[in-house]
Structures are given as structure tokens and as C-alpha cells.
């Protein structure tokens, strides 16, 4: 079974500043099937980045996704006030998939 | 539109049985594989269960293998979570979950608002 590990847990960051958070996992990640999705509170969670480094229809370029096997960034080039929310890794290359912890994006 | 609509969630004492659904429209239901995620108060997202398009494959998280059974209707685009053997720590928002494809192997898509359950010791 994987386990996905984020880091760091909170990152607290001003608008216009750069985002980089970073997902580990326990187990290479097969064919990098590494996504990345967003979670504001009241919300359902949003695809952003599939395949580690395809971002979703309608996703800014603002987001990045790089990486692969067991170490995966999300990039958030220039933070905007709609950004601050928490970000969750998941795999979906095996069986039983698997969600990071999260990391929380707070607006400083 | 893709709507996914939960139902089932209550208060249970601990050991008791659950059956969630989850009602789907405005998408071809048969072809897609759906999953079930929840989230404990203040925890983050967990996954707990995936079903095949055409519901030949199933697979579940460690903590709920062997107490919970995925299966779904195509006939009636419906999804379902029997669970038993409930425990304390499977307290939390359950949400039905429209994969990507007709298996796992796809990013996860479309999200219900959830439905609360509660596991009382």
C-alpha cells in the first residue's frame, strides 16, 4: 500500500508569492499517475494536475505539476487570493489508491 | 450536468451496519468507475473504495477491507457502500466519487456534497 507524505503540512504565504509543495511516496508511483487536487471548506475538491505534470481543463497555467517515481511538486507560480485552501497529492497507478495528508496554503 | 446525490448517512452504534447510496445522473453512469472517499471532522481526504464500470473489479483501503461491500446498478445509475462492523474511527462525510474512466487507473472527477456518518461507542 502507498503512502503519500506532504510537506510541508502548513505553508503560509502572501498573494503574488511562489508555492512549492512537495508529495513523497512510499512506493514508485506507476506511470506517474500522481494527481493533485484542491479543497476549499464548503466546496467539493478539484482536479488540478493528473499525471503528475497534466494540468486539468479550465486549471491557470499558474499551477505546475513536475516530477516522477516516488517524488512529486506542485508549483503555484503567483498566488492569488482564490488559492489559499488545502492541497492533497493522491496516486492512482495501484490499488488501494491513496490521498496525501494535505497541506494548508494559508493567506499570510 | 453531473449530479451525485448521497443518502444513508445516520448515527450508529459501534459494531452496527450502514448502507450509503448514491444517486447519479446528467453522465453515461455505466461508464465509469466510481469510488467512495471520506473525510473524519478536521482530517483530511481518505480514500475507502473504487468499483469498476461494470462492477467485475472492487477494491478497498486496508481499514475497511473485509467490513465493506462497493456495488452498484446500472440499471438504476446507482451506487452503494454497505458497511458493517462499524467503528468510531469510521466516523466522518462520505463522498460519492466519479472516476475519470472505467477504472481506477484515472484521476477522480466529479464529487457529491456527502452524507454524515456517525459511529457512537
Known amino acids: 500500500e502507498h503512502v503519500l507524505t506532504q510537506s510541508p503540512d502548513t505553508l503560509s504565504l502572501s498573494p503574488g508569492e511562489r508555492a512549492t509543495l512537495s508529495c513523497r511516496a512510499s512506493?514508485?508511483?506507476?506511470?506517474?499517475?500522481l494527481a493533485w487536487y484542491q479543497h476549499k471548506p464548503g466546496q467539493a475538491p478539484r482536479v488540478l494536475i493528473h499525471g503528475a505534470s497534466s494540468r486539468a481543463t479550465g486549471i491557470p497555467d499558474r499551477f505546475s505539476g513536475s516530477g516522477s517515481g516516488t517524488d512529486f511538486t506542485l508549483t503555484i507560480s503567483r498566488l492569488e487570493p482564490d488559492d489559499f485552501a488545502v492541497y492533497y497529492c493522491q496516486q492512482y497507478g495501484s490499488a488501494p489508491l491513496a490521498f496525501g495528508q494535505g497541506t494548508r496554503l494559508d493567506n499570510k | 450536468e453531473v449530479q451525485l446525490v448521497e443518502s444513508g448517512g445516520v448515527v450508529v452504534q459501534r459494531g452496527g451496519s450502514l448502507r450509503l447510496s448514491c444517486a447519479a445522473s446528467?453522465?453515461?453512469?455505466?461508464?465509469?468507475?466510481m469510488h467512495w472517499v471520506r473525510q473524519a471532522p478536521e482530517k483530511g481526504l481518505d480514500w475507502v473504495s473504487v468499483i469498476s464500470w461494470d462492477g467485475g473489479a472492487t477494491y478497498y483501503a486496508d481499514s475497511v477491507k473485509g467490513r465493506f461491500t462497493i456495488s452498484r446498478d446500472n440499471s438504476k445509475n446507482s451506487l452503494f457502500l454497505q458497511m458493517n462492523d462499524l467503528r468510531p474511527e469510521d466516523t466522518a462525510f462520505y463522498y460519492c466519487?466519479?472516476?475519470?474512466?472505467?477504472?481506477?487507473?484515472?484521476?477522480?472527477?466529479?464529487w457529491g456534497q456527502g452524507t454524515s456518518v456517525t459511529v457512537s461507542s
Open positions: 446528467g453522465f453515461n453512469f455505466g461508464d465509469f468507475a
Open positions: 512506493q514508485i508511483v506507476y506511470s506517474n499517475y
Open positions: 466519487v466519479k472516476g475519470s474512466g472505467y477504472n481506477y487507473g484515472y484521476p477522480l472527477g466529479h
